[in-house]
């Protein structure tokens, strides 16, 4: 099995995330031991901000580390875990809300697939690029 990053660059759908995460220099962090699960926004994803958003970002690193992180949570939550919790800590320090009272939803992005595994944590593709507030 893959790491996380190696998971989600054979994926196809995550070019933009992987990209987002290499100019952060996140690659060595998501890298490690973990376990991580990270709520994975797919190139569609990324292509619903607003116009110019993913290129800002890629010059702000500080603001782009902060986004990254917001969607990453320590540990291993299956979608099973998931979807008993009210509320997730980020890596980033705030909480993501989770509501699972109609598929799963982590604040405003749909979880699309749950559960991909990777050998040092869980993918969970999101729909939406989580922002933190």
Do not use: R
Not at 19 to 27: F, K, R
Not at 40 to 65: H, M, Q, R, S, Y
């Amino acid at each position: 099995m893959a790491n996380i990053i190696d998971t989600a660059t054979n994926n196809g759908s995550f070019n933009t995330l992987v990209a987002a995460i290499q100019a952060a220099g996140l690659v060595d962090t998501l890298n490690g031991n973990g376990p991580f699960t990270v709520f994975a926004p797919t190139d569609e994803a990324f292509n619903k901000l607003p116009a110019g958003t993913v290129d800002a970002l890629l010059k702000d690193i500080p603001k782009l580390k902060k986004i990254l992180t917001y969607h990453v949570v320590s540990g291993k939550v299956l979608a099973a875990d998931v979807a008993k919790l009210k509320t997730a800590k980020t890596v980033e320090g705030s909480d993501v809300k989770i509501d699972a009272s109609n598929g799963v939803k982590i604040n405003d992005a749909k979880v699309a697939t749950a559960d991909v595994a990777a050998d040092n944590g869980v993918i969970h593709v999101i729909d939406t690029v989580l922002i933190p507030a």
